[in-house]
């Protein structure tokens, strides 16, 4: 299995260089409509019937255009009337962002530089490469998208890296309750409490519904701003969550299959707003790309009763949970009802792996 990640560098080009690639930009996503428009009226999204009928006339029409980049625009057009099944026009904007093949392109990247195809041949940009990114200087480069940032002049290369992922070594099971008090919960006793997020979180509640008052221009301006700086707060948080997670001494993180909860009866307006507004999916898809990258893995486990059941007896009854504290009336086994639940999402775990023939797991318990 192979690990794909993609990092953006930003660019630094000449004043003539950044002409040349604004017009190549262009130019490019020309062509992408002019294929495009024959596809949609010709009925067809076969790169070989197109590239057949139209690739001559284009490069006597554009003669300046590379090759690879011609061929490069007609598998992108071809690709977005698949995308749309030929049901209307895909069309792209003068400035809109193209892609780069491996004969078009070449990276430097121990030297932060790369070689550019265009319309006046190939020129030279640098980038610097973050601290954090620096580990896929090693990897394989797949492919490469070009974006033009208009409003700050800018140029960025988004690039597609690869490495063959590591092979699972081991099956130590830590499972993970997902929550809004606590945005998760594990089996080894740690928490990651949401109080903070929670504070910011209404802090922008707070202001959306103010601005949302006004309708002014300024005031529909500030709430993007506002719902932007929210949306990075929320993805930044996740992301070190998961990255704690993932760096913990176990092999396999289960998490409850949450698909359909958001179609649940819940407890009122007020609460099905913060469920469906937390980023849930977002935290499990994290942990899943950064697990897979240290050879770990992450399985999905029934949710039914997994705050009802007590994990060190068995026993299932909804007046065990009583807000905080899961106090079991059979046993009179009793801890944190999030901790609880992550003891039974990693045993479900480890029932998931004997059904599938693998060696029995260990689980931390409390």
């Not at 949450?258 to 999916?281: C, E, H, M, P």
């Amino acid at each position: 299995m192979n690990v794909d990640r993609t990092i953006k560098l930003k660019l630094g080009v000449s004043e003539e260089d950044k002409e040349t690639l604004k017009k190549t930009i262009t130019l490019f996503n020309t062509v992408f409509n002019e294929v495009a428009q024959y596809g949609f009226e010709h009925k067809t999204h076969s790169k070989v019937s197109i590239h057949h009928a139209t690739y001559k006339q284009i490069r006597e029409k554009h003669p300046e255009l590379p090759s690879s980049l011609v061929q490069g625009a007609r598998d992108v057009a071809c690709e977005a009337l698949k995308g749309v099944k030929l049901k209307h026009l895909p069309t792209a904007k003068p400035f809109s962002s193209i892609r780069y093949n491996q004969r078009v392109i070449t990276y430097y990247l121990k030297h932060g530089s790369v070689s550019i195809a265009t319309i006046k041949g190939r020129i030279k940009a640098t980038f610097d490469i973050p601290k954090c990114y620096q580990e896929y200087v090693n990897w394989e480069v797949r492919s490469s998208t070009l974006k033009y940032d208009v409003r700050n002049d800018t140029f960025f290369l988004h690039v597609i890296f690869r490495t063959e992922s590591p092979k699972p070594s081991g099956d130590k099971v830590l499972g993970i309750d997902r929550g809004i008090v606590n945005i998760a919960v594990c089996s080894n006793n740690v928490f990651f409490n949401g109080k903070q997020i929670k504070n910011v979180r209404g802090k922008y509640a707070y202001l959306r519904q103010k601005l949302q008052s006004k309708g002014t221009k300024s005031a529909k301006r500030l709430l993007r701003k506002i719902s932007r700086k929210e949306r990075q707060f929320v993805t930044d948080t996740n992301h070190c969550i998961s990255k704690t997670i993932v760096n913990m001494p176990y092999d396999i993180f289960a998490l409850e299959d949450l698909t359909s909860i958001r179609v649940q009866s819940r407890k009122g307006k007020d609460f099905n707003r913060k469920l469906n507004s937390w980023a849930f999916y977002q935290l499990a898809q994290f942990l899943e790309y950064k697990a897979e990258a240290l050879g770990k893995s992450v399985i999905y486990v029934d949710p039914r009763f997994s705050s009802q059941k007590c994990s060190k007896c068995g026993d299932i009854r909804k007046s065990n949970r009583k807000g905080n504290s899961y106090h079991c009336k059979a046993c009179g086994f009793q801890l944190h009802s999030d901790l609880n639940a992550a003891l039974n999402i990693a045993q479900a775990g480890i029932s998931c792996l004997s059904r599938l023939s693998v060696n029995q797991p260990n689980v931390e318990t409390v």
